[in-house]
């Protein structure tokens, strides 16, 4: 996996295509990373306590790391894949 915890990335394909953001977690073993911002899920939280209401939590799930690609800071445009000479 070529992608590492906090390298900038690319959403390239799904409903967030086209959002940019750091990656918080990388999951090798499963192929998947965990994008800021990206691919957000609500998650209903019951009260805790009494008195207390229930809420909506909104949480980052993983993406396939093949639905992401490395972009460069520095030119801010997308890094191209090195491909070998035949």
Do not use: Y
Not at 32 to 59: A, D, F, L
Request: proline fraction near 5%; charge should be positive.
């Amino acid at each position: 996996m070529k992608i590492k915890k906090g390298d900038n990335v690319i959403v390239i394909t799904g409903r967030d295509k086209g959002k940019k953001g750091t990656v918080v977690k990388a999951l090798p073993t499963i192929n998947k990373v965990v994008v800021e911002g990206v691919n957000m899920r609500k998650k209903h939280q019951k009260p805790r306590k009494s008195g207390e209401k229930g809420s909506m939590i909104e949480t980052p799930r993983p993406l396939h790391v093949s639905n992401v690609k490395n972009t460069d800071t520095a030119s801010k445009k997308k890094v191209a894949s090195k491909k070998k000479a035949a």
